[in-house]
């Protein structure tokens, strides 16, 4: 049995798809510029679980606003049911690429629903 943590993995969505990435699943609210439905290979679009539209303007990718962001991110995740879908296809599928069209891989929501996916995870033990 995988670890938790190669079940959530993270992946740009301008990145090629893998044989290894299992579910793969979109996570951003807007749809990504430059890419076309085939060749994202989307199993899913999920923009219930990205961070609304305000928290995602105020954040504007800038690092010295990542905690604030991370903190008010969570918050909202705490109450979106999109969280259990995801944890869903963690159940029935070995991975789940999480893919996001943030430039920087460090700082993004997706850091932190990848996060906040495993603690649940760990809590509810999809496995």
């Known amino acids: 049995m995988a670890g938790l943590r190669d079940v959530f993995v ?3 969505i301008y990145d090629d798809p893998a044989d290894d ?6 996570v951003d609210r807007l749809w990504p510029r430059g890419v076309s439905k085939e060749k994202a290979h989307l199993d899913l679009w999920l923009k219930e679980v990205a961070p609304s ?15 604030d962001f991370r903190r008010q991110y969570e918050a909202e995740l705490d109450n979106n049911p999109a969280v259990q879908t995801l944890l869903e296809l ?30 649940q995870a760990g809590a509810q033990d999809p496995r």
Request: glycine letters at 4%; zero cysteines; proline letters at 6%.
């Open 10 to 12: 993270l992946k740009r």
């Open 90 to 119: 963690a159940r029935s599928n070995p991975r789940v690429t999480l893919l996001y069209a943030a430039r920087d891989p460090e700082v993004n929501h997706a850091v932190v629903l990848r996060e906040f996916l495993l603690g």
């Open 21 to 26: 990435d299992g579910a793969r699943v979109l």
């Open 53 to 67: 539209s305000p928290l995602r303007t105020e954040f504007a990718h800038m690092q010295e606003r990542f905690t």
